[in-house]
Nanobody, 124 residues
Framework: QVQLEESGGGPVQVGGSLRLSCIFSGRTFGTFAMAWFRQAPGKERELVAAISWWNGNTIHYDDSVKGRFAISRDNAKNTVSLHMSSLKPGDTAVYYC????????????????WGQGTQVTVSS
């Protein structure tokens, strides 16, 4: 059974940075594509960034975070990270780590496993 545990969220000022981490357990991490989603109050969940399995050479970012966020994976540590910089109030949301046993996906409904989420709050 795959388990995902996020950490690293919290309050941050506008323009600041945060690094979210997600620890994967229960299966061979390298065989799973990974992604970060977020959901703000009153809004639908949206894809923030996705990374392909194994070497993570295929990456996707939502336009709203391009140039500010970076997703990476460390197969030796079973971890996927999201480095967020130049944070804006619009980035305030609960951030979820997700996994799918596939090469790569940007489709919410294809992700099989989800973490509990970590809150990120950006304020001025």
């Amino acid at each position: 059974q795959v388990q995902l545990e996020e950490s690293g969220g919290g309050p941050v000022q506008v323009g600041g940075s945060l690094r979210l981490s997600c620890i994967f357990s229960g299966r061979t991490f390298g065989t799973f594509a990974m992604a970060w989603f977020r959901q703000a109050p009153g809004k639908e969940r949206e894809l923030v960034a996705a990374i392909s399995w194994w070497n993570g050479n295929t990456i996707h970012y939502d336009d709203s975070v391009k140039g500010r966020f970076a997703i990476s994976r460390d197969n030796a540590k079973n971890t996927v990270s999201l480095h967020m910089s130049s944070l804006k109030p619009g980035d305030t949301a609960v951030y979820y780590c997700a996994a799918v046993k596939a090469f790569y996906s940007t489709v919410d409904s294809e992700y099989e496993y989800w973490g509990q989420g970590t809150q990120v709050t950006v304020s001025s």
